[in-house]
């Protein structure tokens, strides 16, 4: 089975940084798409951040385009997402996920197959 468990969440100041990773087993599915989420209190998961497993390609949501990098350790099986010049409006629950598909020009939770349980990010 695949699982994803997400780490590196915490409590940060307004421009401040985190790093977050999504160590991820039983997975099999090369070149197929993985993401990152996120679910801020009373609203609807949003897109961050998408990468090709195993390429080059990312894409990024508009409200963290310059801040926000999601990259890839294969030998450690782990998925990143770094967080810079961070804001109030980042604060929400994160999530790794990943699609049986490739990555598409926009980031749809409809599309992902495997989630992990979440790490919190507040921003204060």
């Known amino acids: 089975d695949v699982q994803l468990v997400e780490s590196g969440g915490g409590s940060v100041q307004s421009g401040g940084s985190l790093r977050l990773s999504c160590s991820v087993s039983?997975?099999?599915?090369?070149?197929?798409?993985m993401a990152w989420f996120r679910q801020a209190p009373g609203k609807e998961h949003e897109g961050v951040a998408s990468?090709?497993?195993?390429?080059?390609?990312?894409y990024y949501g508009d409200s963290v385009k310059g801040r926000f990098t999601i990259s890839q350790d294969n030998a450690k099986n782990t998925l990143y997402l770094q967080l810079t010049s961070l804001r109030p409006e980042d604060t929400a629950m994160y999530y790794c996920?990943?699609?049986?598909?490739?990555?598409?020009?926009?980031?749809?939770?409809?599309?992902?197959?495997?989630w992990g349980q979440g790490t919190q990010v507040t921003v204060s």
């Open positions: 996920a990943a699609s049986r598909r490739g990555c598409a020009r926009n980031i749809l939770t409809s599309d992902f197959h495997y």
């Open positions: 990468k090709v497993d195993g390429k080059s390609w990312t």
């Open positions: 039983g997975w099999t599915y090369f070149g197929s798409c």
